[in-house]
């Protein structure tokens, strides 16, 4: 019995169509599965409720991890509180490597997304970030962008 790989981070949304426009036209990422709406028996079992509609789309950037953005339209949800607190038990965030931090926090600036504020450098060796930054998608739900000196050969590290 073994954990073969990370298959995806769920987020929930309040608009799905929203979610999909900021992952792919501000982050870049592609849809790896089109939005749909599921109401099985066995979605409601899997989430825990006697009844369940959610319209599920995953973004990614195609290998091997996605982001599952659930839009929960029975039952539905409502607003999550502390958004702004990071720190509180069973937050939770996305984090993802990129090529250059800098020019991400630029970018992500110039659309008005809400950061941490900017990266600062730090001289550490693999697998420890050099630079990263924490950002909020559109529902408030927080992901992180990191830059890493490149693994080296031979390295099983994370």
């Known amino acids: 019995m073994k954990i073969l790989q990370p298959y995806h981070t769920g987020f929930v949304v309040s608009h799905i169509e929203r979610s999909i426009d900021f992952y792919t036209s501000v982050l870049g990422m592609k849809i790896e599965r089109q939005p749909s709406t599921v109401s099985t028996h066995w979605l409601a079992g899997v989430v825990g409720y006697d009844r369940v509609s959610i319209t599920i789309a995953m973004v990614g950037v195609g290998r091997g991890s996605s982001i599952e953005l659930l839009q929960y339209n029975e039952p539905h949800g409502g607003a999550k509180t502390g958004l702004d607190d990071r720190n509180n038990v069973g937050s939770a965030h996305c984090g993802m490597l990129v090529d250059d931090v800098r020019s991400w926090y630029t970018h992500l600036e110039s ?41 080296p050969e031979g390295s099983m590290e994370n």
């Open 111 to 151: 659309k008005g997304v809400r950061t941490t504020g900017p990266p600062v450098f730090r001289d550490a060796d693999f697998p420890w970030a050099r630079y990263a930054f924490y950002f909020q998608d559109p529902d408030g739900n927080w992901l992180e962008f990191a830059e890493r000196a490149p693994r």
